[in-house]
């Protein structure tokens, strides 16, 4: 009797430890949404070959790369590569400041969560109704699209590029 209830209970304690090991993380997590009618989950995991910044970001919603890229325009580039790369510029112009796309370094923005860094994540991943494509490769089922560290580092840069009045709260955010 002893033997099976302790076999019961440690199956449980193993399944558990089996949980934890697979979702990667003890409970934080940015629940990102799509920006498209109906705000459905993004689904974007921590996959093999994320970096440090993937991990923080999918825990606390805080983009790593926006301070970092504040104090640091060399490191900037990495995010204005992959803007170029892949072909951001074909419409938001070569400094984003606007083509057939809207400015992304004004303090107009086109959906009010984009003065967050979880915000213009959620709609460079997964792409709005209003134009602007879907690019997180998860999020796309295409491997060819970005990688969630790629759209960090876009994000880092657009940040520091930033040429509004307005005031930058991104650069005070807190872990959600
Ligand atoms: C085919 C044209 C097109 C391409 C290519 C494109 N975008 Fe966009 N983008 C748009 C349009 C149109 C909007 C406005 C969408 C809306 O209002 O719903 C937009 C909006 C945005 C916004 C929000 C801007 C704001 O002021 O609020 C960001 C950020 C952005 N795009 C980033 C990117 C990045 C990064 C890439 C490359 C990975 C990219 N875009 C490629 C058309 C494009």
């Not at 995991?45 to 970001?57: C, L, R």
């Not at 490191?75 to 400094?95: D, P």
Request: aromatic share 10%; proline share 6%; hydrophobic share 35%.
């Amino acid at each position: 009797m002893f033997g099976i209830k302790f076999g019961k209970i440690t199956l449980t304690a193993s399944m558990l430890a089996v949980f934890g090991l697979l979702s990667g993380q003890a409970g934080a997590a940015c629940n990102l949404v799509s920006t498209k009618a109906g705000n459905a989950p993004l689904n974007i995991k921590f996959v093999d070959g994320d970096t440090p910044e993937v991990k923080e970001f999918l825990e606390t919603c805080v983009n790593p790369y926006t301070k970092k890229y504040a104090s640091d325009p060399e490191a900037a580039k990495a995010g204005k590569k992959l803007f170029g790369y892949y072909s951001c510029t074909q419409c938001h112009g070569g400094n984003a400041g606007g083509q057939t796309g809207p400015s992304i370094t004004d303090d107009t923005w086109q959906y009010a969560k984009h003065v967050t860094d979880k915000g213009m994540f959620e709609t460079i991943a997964g792409g709005s109704d209003a134009g602007m494509p879907t690019w997180h490769g998860q999020v796309a089922g295409n491997p060819e699209l970005l990688k969630t560290d790629e759209i960090l580092k876009i994000e880092g840069w657009l940040r520091s590029i930033f040429k509004g009045s307005g005031p930058k709260p991104w650069l005070d955010e807190k872990p959600q």
